[in-house]
Every structure is written in C-alpha cells, then in structure tokens.
C-alpha cells in the first residue's frame, strides 16, 4: 500500500475523474460509488424518453398506414402519437434541467458529462490512449471511475449538446401548434426565422433524431463491450451506482 | 383627381347605395378579423378620408399577384382602385404608356412626397447592375430605389418581393433580391404568397387606410392577422391528420374521400397564410380542398425545399440529394455495421489473448 501512496503522492494516475479517495479505493480491487440514485434515475428515465421520442418522432414524419377504426371523429390514432411525443419531449425536458441541478448539488462525477477538460495535455493524451484501445492498438485499457475520456466526449456532445438541440428545436416546433401568442413563440420562435423557416426546422430536428440514434448504437455497443472486456463494470454501475474494479493494478 | 375627393364621394358617384356602402364595410371589417364596432370606424374614415394615392411597381415577376389582387371579391377590387385608393401608377393596370406613364409617376412622387404607399410586385435583381430587369429604360432597382425614397411606407406584394420566390431559388444567377434587402428605412410590409390571396391584398389596403397605420405585422414583417396561422391549424381535414387517415396515393380511395394530404408533402403544417379559411376565388376553395398539398408558396425559399410531393424534404447539403431519413438510416447503417465488425474483432481478439494464455496450463495438463 505504501508504494501506492508514493505513486499518487508524485501525482500520476489522478484520470477518469477520480479522487484522491477514489484512487485509494481502486488500489485496493474495491468498488466506487459513482453515480448517485438521481443520476440513475434519470439516466433510465431519459433512456425510456428518447425510445419513445425517436419511435413517434420517426412516426410523426412517416405515418403509419391509413387506419380506418372509425370516423375520424370518433379515432385519434395520429393524434396519440403526437401526444407520445410531446409529453416524452417535455419529461426529457425536465429531466435534463433536473440533471443539470444535480450536476451542481451531486457528487463531483455528476459534473463530469456538462464539461471537457480541453486544456488539460493528459486528458488528451487519454484521449488517444481510449482511441487506441478501440482500435485494438492497446493490450490493456486505463481504469477510469467515471467516463473515460472518450466516453466523455461522446456524452458531451451527444447528450449535452445534442439533447439541448433536440429539446431547442423540439420546442421551436412545439411553439407553432401553441400558437404565435404565446411564451414558447417569444422565446423560441425567432429559431424559425433563423434556420429558414418551419420545414428546415423540421428537418434539422429530423437529423437530430438520427444523430441521437447514432449515439444509442455506440453508447449500448460500448457499454457491454466495457462491461465485458474493461477493468471496471459499466452495465451494473448504472443500476446500483457502484463501479467495481476487477484487478488491483493501480494504472 | 381632386385630392380631397374622398372614398365615399367616389364609391356613391359610381352609383352604389349608401346600404351596399355600410354592407362593404361590415365585410371589411370581418375580413380583417375585427368586431363589429369597427365599422362605424371604417364608414367614417372612408366618409372622411382622402384617397391614399399608391404607386405599384413591377420587378421581376409574373404579374400572378395583380391577376390575384384583381379578383378580390371582399372588398371588389373595383371598389380598392377606384374608390379607396388612388392607383396613380400601375404599368400593368394603368391606361397610359411610355414616357405618359413614367410622368405619371414621377408627378405622383412630386405631389404626394412622403404620403404615398409604395406597392412592390417582384423584386430587383442586384447582378451585372441590376440590368436583367429593365423598366422604363432603367434598371428596376433604381426605380425602386427612387420611387421608395420619398414613400410613407412599402407593400412587399407575393414571396417574390417578400423573400424572392422561383428567381431567388439557387443558384439565383440575377441575384434576385426581396425588397426589404435593398430599401431599409422604410416600413415594410410584406405579403408574401404565390399570389397572396386577394382579399388579404385588399384587407391590408383597406386596414392601412382606415387606420392610417400599418397593420400589426410578425417577427418576418407580415400581417398577423393573415399570417398569424399555419394552413394546418384551420385545414377543414385535419380530423384526418389526427386520425391517422391519410391519402397514400392520388388516385386511392382516401383521395376521394378527401383525407389528408399530410404523406403527399402537403406543407400546410409548414406554412403560414390564410389560404384554409377565407380561400380563393370568393372562398370557393383552396389547393387542400381541391384534393392536391399545400406546396408552402407563402414561406422563405419554398423553391429551395425540396419537392412539393414530399413529407421528408431533400436536403442538399451534402452534395448529394438525400433526405433526412435516408441520410439517418445510413450513418445509423454505417455505424451499426461498424459497431458488428468492431464487437467480431473485439471477440476474435479476447479469444485470441485467452488462447496465448492458456498455453501453460494445458502444458501442465499434459
């Protein structure tokens, strides 16, 4: 244990957002409690969101078939997926500012998704160590308590920004079926006039939705593949929101 | 014309009673979604009020917009030019021409400065010095330029003065350009549409002259009161839309029975104009009720978005046409292709460094 503590004293191995306690913990082949139970939460709350968000939204621009149940004034089949929509927007809206509240009263991991160290050479040199290991260039991946590096990007400019598009985007095209009177026309009607109008609009949050698409792929792909093949459990650590280390070796 | 002849001196020497009188200005004042308290206000700017003289200027364009604006049935046209107005030059509705027409105007500039309304049809185009649209031996934007200098306010009349329409669509080799980019000290109203609706054309006259003051316009300078609304909102088949019953091909049975146009690229959700409530031709239909989509004429760049036949419009961008859909599908591909190869090569690999491990114990096995 010593030498441990001589090695984190000459200040290598402080990565993956780990602590000064977190390090000590990890050395000894223990567990991290990293993500909190309102990260968890939300993570599986916008994980069922964005589901039903990207179904009814590729829905919304390609309906279904016709239906013929009833007269249509007597069937709302359309209407409910719109209705989907909406209402999963605006949980995933108040989700994300939750999220963003907890980033300033949670844990420090919870910050770790909002920001990227970009002026930190060691971060970037992790950046290229992570790439390395996708690339199978890499015998052994780093440990990392929270994302790794490029776990971090990914979250960054996939969930952060990306969700604040789709979430600025959404309502811009919400604030039209609200109607040119309202709070949502004030604040974000303007978008419309700046992107060229409604049905850029649309299409633009159209491409969104397949950017998130994108980022589902990787992220589930990637978070078996660590689960399996990391030095750290991934899957679990979302449920219970300890990450377990699986050897002692300190780097 | 005596310049303190007023709309209603002209409107009664032309025969019409002082009933059809106070009738046109009830319908007036619905048309411009106002109650009926307006009238008396309307009857007594018309009673009282000198005619409002208006020079109309043509650009490039095709005239849709005075072939729309002269069907107005509510208020007549008729009614808009001769009573109401005082149309001092119009190359295309005016009785003189040449060097008699351009006298006209320039007299009209002289006498009423700062008091006239300046309707623009078309727009200027700004390449090779504006010398592809030529009008009266000038180049269109000097006109424009000259007429709008001493105009109390400007009408942008269709999307060709409003946002430049098919000469502005890419790669726009004349450098079309919408009014409001080359005179910006005057107050613009725009009235976009391919035609505007007629009424609405003539509802913004009659608001202007009634009120003396400019319609309430939106964020893009268009009347609120026309524009406020997307075709969608107020669409007679939008039950169907809700429903879930679309038409999916011309000639289907949901075609016949009139459902929503919605998966033929209608653009009526991306379009705001009035079209499905006052409609055309005295609001005996509009393209919605007459089985075909909105193609979103009143809209910025609609020659730029795509076709008109589909919901998910092309994008361009990318070199490639594609629309957001295809474009999705095949980074999602890609991606999930990629991710199979990765995961195939990750196991390969596992397998691989369990296989080189394993040598020693097999070895003590045997």
Not at chain 1, 212 to 234: C, G, K, L, P
Not at chain 2, 119 to 145: H, R, T
Request: aromatic letters at 12%.
């Amino acid at each position: 244990m010593s030498s441990v503590d001589t090695d984190r004293g000459s200040g290598i191995a402080l990565t993956g957002d780990a602590t000064d306690a977190d390090l000590a913990t990890i050395t000894r082949n223990s567990s991290v409690y990293v993500y909190e139970a309102p990260v968890r939460l939300w993570h599986w709350i916008n994980a069922l969101a964005i589901l039903v968000l990207c179904v009814t939204g590729y829905l919304i621009g390609s309906p279904p078939p016709t239906m013929i149940i009833a007269e249509a004034t007597y069937q709302f089949v359309f209407g409910y997926i719109r209705f989907a929509h909406f209402a999963a927007g605006m949980i995933m809206t108040v989700g994300f500012f939750g999220r963003i509240y907890w980033a300033f009263v949670g844990n420090s991991h919870a910050r770790q998704m909002f920001k990227l160290p970009l002026f930190n050479g060691k971060w970037w040199a992790e950046v290229w160590g992570e790439a390395r290991w996708y690339m199978f260039l890499e015998k052994k991946p780093k440990k990392y308590v929270g994302h790794n590096p490029l776990a971090q990007i990914a979250m960054f400019f996939f969930m952060t920004v990306g969700m604040t598009f789709m979430i600025v985007t959404g309502f811009a095209l919400y604030s039209e079926g609200v109607g040119r009177d309202g709070i949502l026309d004030t604040v974000f009607g303007p978008l419309l006039d700046l992107v060229g109008g409604s049905q850029m609009m649309h299409q633009i949050h159209h491409l969104g939705m397949w950017a998130i698409v994108v980022f589902i792929i990787i992220h589930i792909y990637a978070a078996v593949r660590e689960d399996i093949m990391s030095r750290q459990t991934m899957v679990s650590t979302m449920i219970s929101g300890t990450r377990t280390f699986k050897d002692d070796d300190p780097n | 014309m005596a310049n303190t002849e007023t709309f209603y001196d002209v409107m009664r020497s032309q025969g019409i009673t002082r009933r059809s009188f106070m009738k046109y200005c009830s319908l007036t004042a619905s048309a411009l979604g106002l109650g009926p308290a307006f009238v008396p206000q309307i009857a007594h700017a018309m009673e009282t009020k000198p005619r409002t003289p208006v020079i109309w200027v043509h650009g490039l364009e095709c005239t849709c917009c005075s072939e729309s604006f002269i069907r107005s049935a509510h208020p007549l046209a008729k009614d808009v030019i001769l009573s109401m107005i005082s149309l001092d030059y119009d190359d295309t509705l005016m009785a003189a021409a040449g060097h008699a027409a351009e006298a006209a105007m320039m007299e009209t500039i002289e006498k009423y400065k700062g008091q006239y309304i300046l309707a623009v049809e078309g727009n200027p185009p700004l390449n090779e010095d504006g010398m592809f649209c030529i009008s009266g031996g000038k180049p269109f934007v000097e006109k424009l330029k000259l007429a709008a200098k001493d105009a109390k306010a400007v009408i942008s009349w269709g999307a060709c003065a409003s946002y430049g329409c098919v000469q502005a669509a890419k790669p726009n080799p004349t450098q079309a350009t919408p009014v409001h980019k080359v005179i910006t000290d005057k107050p613009i109203i725009k009235v976009p549409g391919c035609p505007p609706i007629a009424e609405v054309m003539t509802g913004v006259i009659t608001y202007m002259l009634t009120f003396d003051r400019l319609p309430e316009l939106d964020r893009q300078g268009r009347p609120a009161m026309f524009y406020g609304q997307r075709i969608h909102d107020k669409c007679y088949r939008r039950p169907h839309f809700d429903a879930g019953q679309f038409v999916e091909e011309w000639d289907d049975d949901g075609a016949r029975k009139g459902y929503c146009l919605y998966k033929m690229g209608c653009k009526g959700p991306t379009t705001y104009n009035a079209c499905s409530t006052i409609r055309w031709n005295e609001g005996v239909s509009f393209p919605i009720q007459s089985g075909h989509g909105c193609i979103g004429c009143s809209e910025d760049g609609f020659w730029d978005q795509g076709t008109f036949y589909d919901r998910v419009t092309d994008l361009t961008q990318f070199g490639v046409e594609a629309n957001a859909d295809q474009i999705g599908f095949a980074a999602a591909g890609v991606v999930g292709a990629g991710v199979a190869a990765h995961a195939a090569i990750s196991a390969l690999k596992s397998a691989q460094n369990k296989a080189q491990k394993t040598p020693t114990p097999t070895n003590e096995e045997a």
